[in-house]
């Protein structure tokens, strides 16, 4: 085994500038505006996945802010993304999430036709437009594309520079995972009464974890807290990269809740380390052994029972949360087979507002594994389609759950939007464990002012 396995690299240092970050820049429409028209334009945003899109004239569309982003499977495999709107009298072209043209997209207002590739294919009367006819001269117009790791990315920026050197380190680190392959089995998506800022300010610490998650309070010693995840800021890597992403890599605990007062390990761990052929008895009255054993345990035997990405990844993966928020809107852990996928999009003209994703991917192998075991999402994938992506459940807030762990942050996420509207609130008092949040801020301020991350070379 190489050493590059065995140890997890570490990001350039950053420095920041002290950014009070008042309430404003969540609640007041300009601020709003400039953010749009500074930043959103400006970026790499995820926008689909591949897997939805298998075959030629299959199309997906989603929204970000005022925009409608509709992609399309070309005739090459290749994918483009265009502006879901007619080049005609602005008539979106589309108003479902995803489908598949047989030939052509229509308007459904004047019946203009456009192919799969941007091409106006057909307009009724074209002999009557004074500047002849617009079939050859008008095509939908196109946003920059890229697919990487299985997601369809977009770019408003006509002059942007490559995803590649957008995601910087997070092209190498995802690279191994193969997680172009893995499945989507479960999705909720909700609107939320906060600004999209605060869903990712939330992922970019781990401070709030003990309070919000497992319930500690001013008599609690933080430093003895290990639940499934290690959150103590002194035994987290914070990592800031210089493109303006952030990862956090967090050990495994196994601690509270893992564990009864005899030490008898609990389900479900006890079961994940049988999988493993680890034997919960032999580690009773000491999880901290866990975290090794199990390490041990998936390096020796996952490729062999198909988890086919164990040898390219490190031993932490294996165990650890590597958390990432990518800028500007989207916030990942990535374990050794799930992919926690959490992304906010901003409302159209409210700034108090913004679409939440709570989705889950797994690997093929734990998919099959959980079918074998009995577990409901494994069995519900190997019985679809095998590129049948779990369809997105719309939910309202206020009636519906989003996910029992997820619940807690979001409760958060609401009362903090009534609080920044109070004058009494006049910045943030940051610890350093939460400098990743002030650093995101300044960077939203930076693409404002025009002065974007320079391209790695």
Known sequence: MSEQLKLVDRWPEQTTRGHSIPGSRYTAKEFMTQEWEGMWTKVWLLLG??????????????EVGVEEVLMVRQKEGDVKAFYNVCQHRGNPLVSESKGTILRRFVCKYHSWAFLPD????????KEDFPEGN???????????????????????????????????????????????????????????????????DNFNESYHVPTVHQGATPDTDRKAIRGHID?????????????????????????????DEAGNILEPLASQLRHWDIDPEDLKGRPEGIREALQAAKRKLGVERGYTHYDKIPDAQFTDAFHYTLFPNFAVSVWSDGFHFLRARPHRDDPEQ????????????????????????????????????APVNMLTYGEDSIGAAIEEDVAVFVTQQRGFRSRGFKGVYLSNQEKRIRRYHEMIDDYIAGDLPKPAP
Request: glycine share 10%; hydrophobic share 40%.
């Open 49 to 62: 996945r591949e897997a939805e899109l298998p075959n030629p004239g299959d199309w997906q569309m989603e």
């Open 118 to 125: 941007g091409t106006l294919n057909f307009a009724p009367d």
């Open 134 to 200: 617009p079939c050859g001269k008008v095509r939908l117009q196109e946003l920059r594309c890229e697919t990487f790791a299985g997601f369809i990315w977009v770019n408003m920026d006509p002059e942007c520079q490559s995803l590649k050197s957008y995601l910087g380190p997070i092209w190498d680190d995802w690279h191994a995972r193969d997680i172009q392959s893995w499945q989507r089995t479960m999705a909720n998506t909700m609107w939320l009464p906060c600004n999209w800022k605060i869903v990712l």
């Open 231 to 259: 959150t103590y800021f002194k035994e987290t890597q914070f990592d800031l990269s210089d493109e303006g992403h952030n990862r956090m890599v967090m050990k495994g605990g196994f601690g509270v809740g893992s564990t």
């Open 354 to 389: 913004c679409l939440f994703d709570n989705w889950w991917y797994a690997s093929p192998a734990s998919i099959e594994a959980g079918a074998a075991a009995g577990g409901r999402a494994g069995r519900a994938m190997i019985a679809s389609d095998a590129n049948q992506e």
